[in-house]
């Protein structure tokens, strides 16, 4: 069986739009209709038609998210066994220890964190608003989570109390630890380093920019004459050398892979069509509570 060609067939014989995350591997990658990060998508998701089916290619929690912005869509997931240890290390349970610990605390949570700990939040951010949305909390304490370097540089930019949840457990394991048998930098002097700020400080202090995948582009776009070496996920590397043909991109650590992401397979995205397996199904109370923390996000950056 030609599984790429049953892919297109079912694809449109079925109504599917496929939308994937910048880090699923790039032969997926080059079959989705839009690309992005896991909010964007979301939002992306919104514009889309309701007699669309709408296929996300990426982790579990990002499926959500765009579930609860579209909650009259039928949304599926590739591969279900896909999902992000990051976001697992806060529980709900974890979340109302802390909040009943710090009663006066708001709560900003990462829009990487599952849909039962996004109802109790006061709000949510992405890596690019981060900084943004906490300072435009009327309160100078702040519960973060759940990626602890995330909110040590929300902390290092806004001068808030801001402390991690749920603690030393909450990190992204491909950037808090990318600099294992990396680059060695003072061999690549006339590069620029950007990095993500899931990375630790010590790394984020030495880069010429921080930001998300998002605004990675945008960095080198305002700099087309210089080289620049990307500290994230490999995937974004390639998406970054395919919208920058002419400047000089390499990745700060080839083996900064995030294995759940690539979990997603050709076989997984003929299943689902096939099958219509792997719906994102979530109880309607859930849905409007956790709706609630990203709508306020959307005020907060109006304001």
Same mark, same amino acid.
Request: with cysteine; aromatic share 10%.
């Given at each position: 069986?030609?599984?790429?060609?049953?892919?297109?067939?079912?694809?449109?014989?079925k109504?599917?739009?496929?939308?994937? *995350? %910048?880090?699923?591997?790039k032969?997926? =990658?080059?079959?989705?209709?839009?690309?992005? &990060? !896991?909010?964007?998508l979301?939002?992306?998701?919104?514009?889309i038609?309701?007699e669309?089916?709408?296929?996300?290619?990426?982790?579990?929690?990002?499926?959500?998210?765009m579930?609860?912005l579209?909650?009259?869509?039928?949304?599926?997931?590739?591969?279900?066994?896909?999902?992000? /240890?990051?976001?697992?290390? =806060?529980?709900?349970?974890?979340l109302?220890?802390?909040?009943?610990?710090? /009663?006066n605390?708001?709560?900003?949570?990462?829009?990487?964190? $599952?849909?039962?700990?996004?109802r109790?939040? &006061?709000?949510?951010? $992405?890596?690019a608003?981060?900084?943004?949305?906490?300072?435009?909390?009327?309160?100078?304490?702040?519960?973060?989570? /759940?990626?602890?370097? =995330?909110?040590?540089?929300?902390?290092?930019? $806004?001068?808030?109390?801001?402390?991690?949840i749920p603690?030393?457990?909450?990190f992204?394991?491909? *950037?808090?630890?990318?600099?294992? %048998?990396?680059?060695?930098?003072? !061999?690549?002097? &006339?590069?620029?380093?950007?990095? *993500?700020p899931?990375?630790?400080?010590?790394?984020r &202090?030495?880069?010429?920019?921080?930001?998300? $995948?998002?605004?990675? /582009?945008?960095?080198?776009?305002?700099?087309?004459?210089?080289?620049?070496i990307?500290g994230?996920?490999?995937?974004?590397?390639?998406?970054?050398k395919?919208?920058?043909?002419?400047?000089?991109?390499?990745?700060?650590n080839?083996?900064a892979?995030?294995?759940d992401?690539?979990?997603?397979?050709?076989?997984?995205?003929? %299943?689902?069509?096939n099958?219509?397996?792997?719906?994102? =199904?979530?109880?309607?109370?859930l849905?409007?509570?956790?709706?609630?923390?990203?709508?306020?996000?959307?005020?907060?950056?109006?304001?």
């Amino acid at each position: 069986m030609d599984l790429l060609k049953e892919i297109k067939y079912l694809k449109e014989k079925k109504n599917f739009i496929f939308i994937g *995350h %910048n880090y699923v591997e790039k032969n997926i =990658l080059d079959l989705c209709d839009y690309n992005g &990060d !896991s909010l964007g998508l979301a939002k992306v998701a919104q514009n889309i038609n309701k007699e669309k089916n709408i296929l996300f290619i990426g982790v579990d929690f990002m499926a959500e998210t765009m579930k609860i912005l579209n909650p009259e869509k039928r949304i599926f997931v590739a591969n279900k066994s896909a999902t992000c /240890p990051m976001a697992n290390s =806060l529980s709900p349970e974890k979340l109302l220890y802390f909040k009943s610990k710090f /009663p006066n605390y708001s709560i900003v949570l990462y829009v990487n964190s $599952t849909a039962e700990c996004k109802r109790y939040a &006061d709000c949510v951010c $992405t890596s690019a608003n981060a900084v943004e949305i906490v300072n435009a909390i009327d309160n100078n304490n702040i519960l973060f989570g /759940p990626d602890k370097n =995330l909110a040590n540089y929300v902390k290092e930019k $806004t001068k808030k109390n801001v402390l991690a949840i749920p603690g030393e457990d909450g990190f992204c394991y491909v *950037h808090d630890s990318i600099e294992n %048998n990396s680059l060695n930098l003072k !061999s690549f002097s &006339d590069f620029n380093l950007i990095v *993500h700020p899931e990375c630790k400080k010590n790394l984020r &202090d030495k880069s010429f920019k921080v930001g998300s $995948t998002g605004q990675m /582009p945008k960095f080198i776009s305002e700099n087309l004459d210089k080289k620049y070496i990307i500290g994230t996920e490999i995937g974004m590397v390639d998406v970054l050398k395919n919208m920058f043909e002419n400047v000089e991109i390499i990745p700060f650590n080839n083996e900064a892979i995030c294995h759940d992401m690539k979990k997603n397979k050709l076989e997984d995205i003929y %299943n689902v069509l096939n099958f219509e397996i792997n719906e994102i =199904l979530l109880d309607r109370n859930l849905i409007n509570d956790s709706r609630r923390s990203i709508i306020n996000m959307f005020k907060l950056m109006e304001v």
